[in-house]
């Protein structure tokens, strides 16, 4: 299979559908019998919802500085993982969500659930780009790449052992220069990079942090 997604640790897995339950349990909440009783029917038949690890994706960070010529993506630092999370009950008329969790002191903490099309475009593309002559005649582990330092450029990142063979692939972006699920190589993408950031006002607010998490992300998809 071209296409491989790395097992992401047990403890990370655990603490994501942990905090699943809690929030589940925590909506689930009732505020008049009438209420409650729909809700717990509803969890009777769902229950909590779970993520998938089968299609987890490392999530990396690329600063200003992993930007600048010569740097490449060496200075891109894994930021935690990202889940596709199930959909209760087998539903498929849900918004497909995730669940991004953050490394931070050798732990794995709950960094936000993204219930916008990100995801949905997201495995869209990993389907599609398993379909293609240059990514089926090699093998790649899926990661996502954030570029913190530009607004709206989210990518797949394909990570392979073979030297400068590493592929790009746009998922979204506030920028025409770069075209959403096509492939670029790591030079061609850090080329675009560099003129867009001297284009743009840096925003160098992580987008993944390690502070304090953020419950929910909602954003509108760049025209």
């Known amino acids: 299979m071209p296409l491989k997604f790395p097992r992401p640790p047990d403890d990370c897995t655990t603490a994501a559908n942990a905090t699943l339950d809690s929030l589940w349990i925590r909506l689930s909440q009732p505020t008049s019998k009438a209420e409650g009783s729909k809700k717990a029917i509803l969890r009777k038949k769902t229950g909590s919802p779970q993520v998938d690890p089968s299609t987890a994706r490392r999530v990396y960070i690329l600063d200003r500085r992993g930007i600048t ?7 891109a630092k894994a930021a935690g993982w990202r889940y596709t ?4 009950g087998g539903s498929s008329s849900r918004p497909v969500e995730a669940i991004s969790m953050a490394a931070r002191a050798g732990e794995y903490i709950f960094n936000h659930i993204s219930r916008d099309w990100l995801e949905q475009k997201c495995l869209d593309a990993i389907e599609a780009l398993a379909k293609l002559p240059q990514v089926r005649s ?5 990661c996502m790449l954030r570029i913190a330092s530009i607004y709206f450029v989210d990518a797949l990142w394909l990570k392979t052992k073979r030297r400068n063979r590493d592929l790009i ?4 972006s ?3 220069e770069l075209v959403a699920r096509h492939l670029y190589s790591v030079r061609e993408f850090l080329g675009i990079l560099r003129k867009l950031a001297s284009q743009q006002v840096f925003n160098n607010r992580p987008r993944y942090s390690e502070s304090v998490p953020a419950i929910e992300s909602k954003r509108k998809q760049p025209e």
Do not use: H, M, N
Request: aromatic share 4%.
């Open 69 to 75: 010529p010569g740097a490449g993506l060496k200075k």
């Open 174 to 176: 506030s920028s025409k």
């Open 85 to 88: 999370i199930q959909a209760r």
């Open 138 to 142: 090699g093998s790649f582990d899926v």
């Open 169 to 172: 692939v746009p998922i979204s």
